[in-house]
């Protein structure tokens, strides 16, 4: 059975929450995917707001873009990715080092500053957090999404125009109140268990 978000927590209400990765999509396509899902503010959630590949989602070329579009650009590093994973690591079921980091980073003072930032803006309106990553799960969005589930905020990914789909909690995340672990699968599981090959 589909686990179920809890109650909003406090301040969050009714926010709605997107995500979406830049990819390699053209500026025009993404303010078009933006525009049909209603977004007013884009949250940037990459920790360095520059792609080499695409120049055209720089900081630099984003923001005039986007506020000429009126949607809003707000830059939260403190959700951004590239962090380091802890030696004693309470979330061993990710074997891929870097979302295991996220997932450490995650029980931070930082990380929940930059909820509050992020909660800040979706009481202005449908909120979109943006990475480079199309797929969510190649993404620390996707951690992200778990996390604000935990805390009862629904978020859709966007995957056309006008098109979301809700975000479902990572099959092996365990929720801890308001928060959420991926421990390591038991030492009688079998290699590979708790989908711990990303």
């Not at 999509?25 to 792609?51: H, K, M, N, Q």
Request: proline fraction near 9%.
């Amino acid at each position: 059975m589909e686990p179920r978000p809890p109650r909003a927590s406090p301040g969050w209400g009714k926010a709605r929450v997107l995500a979406v990765g830049h990819s390699t999509r053209s500026l025009e396509e993404l303010l078009a995917l933006l525009r049909s899902c209603g977004v007013v503010t884009l949250a940037d959630i990459r920790t360095i707001p520059r792609s080499r590949r695409n120049p055209q989602f720089a900081r630099e070329a984003l923001e005039p873009a986007l506020a000429a579009a009126g949607i809003r650009y707000a830059h939260l590093a403190r959700l951004g990715g590239l962090r380091h994973a802890r030696k004693d690591s309470p979330n061993g079921a990710w074997r891929n080092a870097s979302f295991r980091g996220y997932a450490d980073y995650m029980q931070t003072g930082d990380f929940e500053e930059g909820l509050m930032e992020l909660r800040a803006l979706a009481r202005e309106g449908p909120v979109a957090v943006l990475c480079a990553e199309a797929v969510p799960w190649r993404c620390h969005r996707s951690l992200l999404a778990d996390a604000l589930f935990a805390r009862g905020v629904v978020v859709e990914h966007i995957v056309g125009r006008g098109r979301t789909r809700p975000h479902r909690l990572t099959p092996f995340a365990q929720r801890v109140g308001r928060k959420v672990l991926y421990p390591p699968p038991p030492e009688s599981a079998a290699p590979g268990a708790g989908g711990a090959a990303r």
